[in-house]
């Protein structure tokens, strides 16, 4: 009889252990998995910032002009933030090279002066073949100065890291490309 109270025992806190070892192993299992998901969308939420819309202009500021220019083209009201930007649109929406066009696009981030910067071309530019490029349009007077064409210069290398062209114009060219 004692011995068969052992044994009871003994299986009693077997079975207590294994309880205790599978509570145990599906807590850490289930922290693991809530770590992994937490993890998850951290990084999701991280490339969504990385990839988010970094300026809107639909809610524009009550101290800048904002253009709006209606595109047959894309079937859609392109929203500017210059004059030139806007004549800029005449050109992209009659050019017959070009397939669709969209201001103010998805920016990047990139390194300058060992910082991380954040920059948004005017316009992306989808040709007939395909090829997207992208287009910043500044009058002349800022992009002949030393210090934007440094900056620029920056932009046009995180985006040709990318496979994409950053072209500089100016109201001066028309809409030719500035080397």
Sequence with gaps: MYNRNLRNLRNLRNLRNLRNLRNLRNLRNLR????????RNLRNL??????????NLRNPSPNKNIYKFVSRKNRSTIMCESGLEFDACFHLEFSSSIAAFESQPTGIEYQADNKVRRYTPDFKIVKDTGEIEYIEIKPEQIHSTQKFREEFECKRAAYNTLGYKLILVSERHGMDPIS
């Design 46 to 55: 991280r490339n969504l910032r990385n990839l988010r819309n970094l300026r």
């Design 32 to 39: 693991n998995l809530r770590n992994l998901r937490n993890l």
